[in-house]
């Protein structure tokens, strides 16, 4: 089963192989939606979007490399598998290089299918608790004033909290009671809590 929410997007120009593709797909429990043409999911496609794309390379009109172009553009975070033909492998392994997941030559045995899409929907369930946690990083953030902002990146940066009264030219007790303030905001314990925090960012 997907995680909530996910569905495999098939794009293929040839019904015979959408048909199969959805008869494997649903078999696994997995929700399916197919369009034959690259134009088709364009026109459904939309930011929150989740799960995976498999994406025919050879299609007529848009193929499926410049679909996946139209998709860099827009920021899409759909992991992409392409299917292609022998003569298609050095042009997946470019797209490879510009970020798609995976890449599958026909005539593929069905289960190394299902293997590169379960691993594209992780990959997709991971990116998703990613971007999801470092918003509210972002926000944790948001909520610091200007000074105990400076506090922070001082004692990320490993400054004790003498040198950090040094160098803001506060004393320790203002030093000690930001600090306090910035661990309360950012939803954290320990210092070593904190740096992870701030490093997820970076």
Same mark, same amino acid.
């Given at each position: 089963?997907?995680?909530?929410?996910?569905?495999?997007?098939?794009?293929?120009?040839?019904?015979?192989?959408?048909?199969?593709?959805?008869?494997?797909?649903? !078999?696994? @429990?997995?929700?399916?939606?197919?369009? *034959?043409?690259? +134009? $088709?999911?364009?026109? #459904?496609?939309?930011?929150?979007?989740?799960?995976?794309?498999?994406?025919?390379?050879?299609?007529?009109?848009?193929?499926?490399?410049?679909?996946?172009?139209?998709?860099?553009?827009?920021?899409?975070?759909?992991?992409?598998?392409?299917?292609? !033909?022998? @003569?298609?492998?050095?042009?997946?392994? *470019?797209?490879? +290089? $510009?970020?798609?997941? #995976?890449?599958?030559?026909?005539?593929?045995?069905?289960?190394?299918?299902?293997?590169?899409?379960?691993?594209?929907?992780?990959?997709?369930?991971?990116?998703?608790?990613?971007?999801?946690?470092?918003?509210?990083?972002?926000?944790?953030?948001?909520?610091?004033?200007?000074?105990?902002?400076?506090?922070?990146?001082?004692?990320?940066?490993?400054?004790?909290?003498?040198?950090?009264?040094?160098?803001?030219?506060?004393?320790?007790?203002?030093?000690?009671?930001?600090?306090?303030?910035?661990?309360?905001?950012?939803?954290?314990?320990?210092?070593?809590?904190?740096?992870?925090?701030?490093?997820?960012?970076?």
């Amino acid at each position: 089963m997907t995680e909530s929410g996910q569905i495999i997007y098939v794009v293929d120009d040839d019904e015979a192989m959408r048909d199969s593709m959805t008869w494997l797909l649903e !078999g696994e @429990g997995w929700p399916v939606a197919t369009f *034959a043409s690259g +134009q $088709r999911f364009l026109a #459904d496609y939309h930011a929150g979007m989740k799960g995976c794309l498999v994406l025919d390379v050879r299609m007529p009109d848009m193929s499926g490399l410049e679909l996946y172009e139209h998709l860099v553009d827009l920021r899409c975070a759909l992991p992409v598998i392409f299917v292609t !033909g022998h @003569g298609d492998v050095p042009m997946a392994v *470019a797209a490879l +290089q $510009r970020g798609a997941c #995976d890449f599958i030559e026909k005539p593929f045995h069905n289960e190394d299918l299902l293997s590169r899409i379960r691993r594209a929907l992780n990959v997709d369930a991971e990116n998703a608790a990613r971007r999801q946690r470092d918003g509210e990083i972002t926000h944790r953030l948001a909520q610091l004033t200007q000074r105990e902002r400076e506090v922070m990146n001082l004692v990320v940066a490993g400054k004790l909290n003498k040198q950090i009264a040094d160098e803001l030219d506060i004393s320790m007790k203002t030093v000690e009671a930001h600090r306090a303030r910035v661990m309360d905001k950012m939803g954290v314990r320990t210092l070593a809590e904190l740096v992870k925090v701030v490093l997820q960012l970076n």
